[in-house]
């Protein structure tokens, strides 16, 4: 246990400055002691603050006992070896208020600096700082300084002094090992930093290794998908398109043939109308007629035909849309119509929006731009799904706006879903990141068209509030670099 340091007429040396000097030390000294033991509560800074008195009085009263000896002339070899003392005497104060303020305080630190201070204080007094007062009182005698002369020698016992010597060079060596102790840790600290530095970056550049494969894989596996979705549209577009091709001639001749028929039947009503036959069989005309609705019929036929034919338009418009679809596996870069991409891709998810929102479409004039058109469309597509999805009340609205921007294009889509908060947006461009329920999104939509527009040296960006609609915009360059 540690204990204060009492003052007791031992440690006199008859010298008043340096006497009251050590008073003062070891009063400085006792309040630490009595932090350390607990006896008195003290914050981190007034710890600070007593060791930093504790080091510069103790510098200041051996700049003192320094000048002193320098003064008075003493004995070189002890000026030296006193002179060390004291210097380690600082450095441990030092080292220790390093060690307590860089190892998270631990009182133990201090402990073992109070009890070598204690100790080392009282030695030095009764060792060093005796010899240097004995010195000094030889020479003020007019004798020379070295000890062998001393009369003190005798009283003081042989024994006594050379213990104390031993003592103060025991300190001197749990001084230096201290000192080397406290080296040795710092140098350890620094190597585990750097250590744990290592360790992370090379578990980022893992990380990031991993992600960049997981990515690949993604999109390996996405436009895996979209070109077995290319082959099927591919393969039905054909398939449709032959019945479709005699269809829309036959429906041709069709009405060809039904406009002869028709005026056949009117030149038929002309010639016997002409030859004037029986009031009884044009009655029979007439009822015939009125039986088989005729009237409606000449005029429906048109109509009819006029319909089908459009339909025909329509499924022919499908066809070729599910073509320019199907070229999903063709990484050609084409100069291309927005436009065309823009509707084509409005085409093929159009059974997931037309129930939900209404779609306005708000273009501007382009300028053809240089890009991989089936992968705009999945972009696009992506981006048109998510919005009707975030869509829950209907009718929603989704409106899609295109200007030309210096050498870009930029297309806009904005919904009137449910908007984002930000710890959403921050994350959507990330694979694998979404709040849809388990089983209905991936969350790759928003990575891989993120991809796609980075590899068309463009940008998708997007705006959004939670219940204030989303707004993605995706800017592409007329000449992207890597086409
Ligand atoms: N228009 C939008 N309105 C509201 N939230 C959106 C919108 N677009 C994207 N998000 C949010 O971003 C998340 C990520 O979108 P992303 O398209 O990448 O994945 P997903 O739609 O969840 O799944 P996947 O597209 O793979 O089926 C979504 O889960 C959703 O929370
Ligand atoms: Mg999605």
């Not at 200041?60 to 006193?82: K, N, P, Q, S, Y």
């Not at 090379?202 to 992600?211: I, N, V």
Request: proline share 4%.
């Amino acid at each position: 246990m540690l204990e204060a340091f009492k003052w007791d007429e031992r440690y006199e040396l008859e010298i008043d400055t340096v006497d009251a000097q050590h008073r003062h030390l070891v009063d400085m000294l006792n309040a630490l002691v009595e932090v350390v033991t607990g006896q008195r509560q003290a914050s981190d800074d007034e710890v600070a603050v007593l060791l930093d008195g504790l080091e510069s009085y103790a510098q200041e009263h051996f700049a003192d006992e320094e000048a002193l000896m320098a003064r008075w002339g003493c004995d070189a070899a002890h000026v030296a070896a006193h002179t060390r003392q004291h210097e380690i005497f600082a450095e441990q104060i030092r080292v220790a208020r390093r060690e307590y303020l860089a190892a998270g305080r631990p009182r133990d630190i201090l402990e073992v600096l109070a009890n070598f201070i204690t100790t080392w204080l009282s030695f030095h007094i009764l060792g060093s700082d005796r010899e240097m007062a004995g010195q000094i009182a030889r020479i003020r005698a007019g004798r020379p300084a070295e000890r062998r002369s001393m009369p003190e020698h005798e009283r003081e016992g042989g024994a006594t002094r050379i213990l104390v010597e031993a003592i103060g060079r025991l300190y001197e060596l749990m001084a230096q090992r201290n000192l080397a102790l406290a080296a040795a840790r710092d140098e350890l600290a620094e190597l585990n930093a750097s250590l744990e530095q290592r360790v992370a970056a090379r578990t980022a550049e893992l990380q990031s290794a991993l992600a960049e494969v997981d990515r690949t894989r993604q999109q390996l596996l996405q436009s895996e998908k979209m070109s077995a979705i290319g082959q099927l549209a591919a393969g039905v577009a054909h398939e449709i398109n032959n019945p479709v091709g005699f269809v829309s001639s036959n429906l041709g001749s069709l009405g060809l043939y039904v406009g002869k028929l028709l005026d056949l039947l009117g030149r038929y009503d002309e010639k016997l109308e002409a030859l004037g036959p029986p009031a009884a069989f044009r009655e029979e005309l007439r009822r015939l007629k009125v039986e088989a609705d005729f009237d409606f019929l000449r005029s429906d036929i048109g109509d009819l035909l006029r319909e089908s034919a459009e339909g025909l338009d329509r499924v022919k418009k499908i066809v070729q849309d599910m073509k320019t679809f199907s070229h999903a596996d063709q990484l050609e870069w084409q100069d291309t119509d927005l436009h065309e991409i823009i509707e084509s891709t409005l085409t093929v998810v159009w059974h997931e929006l037309k129930y939900k929102a209404e779609v306005v479409r708000q273009f501007g004039t382009l300028p053809r731009v240089r890009c991989l058109p089936a992968q705009v469309s999945q972009v696009l597509m992506n981006i048109l799904v998510n919005a009707a999805q975030a869509i829950d009340r209907a009718p929603g609205r989704i409106v899609l706006s295109t200007r030309a921007v210096g050498a870009a294009v930029e297309l806009e889509v904005a919904d009137s879903g449910k908007g984002m908060p930000p710890e959403v947006i921050g994350h959507i461009f990330e694979p694998f990141f979404t709040t849809k329920p388990v089983g209905q999104g991936t969350g790759l939509g928003m990575s891989i068209s993120y991809e796609i527009v980075k590899r068309h040296g463009g940008q998708i960006t997007v705006d959004s509030r939670p219940g204030e609609g989303s707004r993605f915009t995706v800017r592409l360059p007329l000449d992207p670099p890597a086409s």
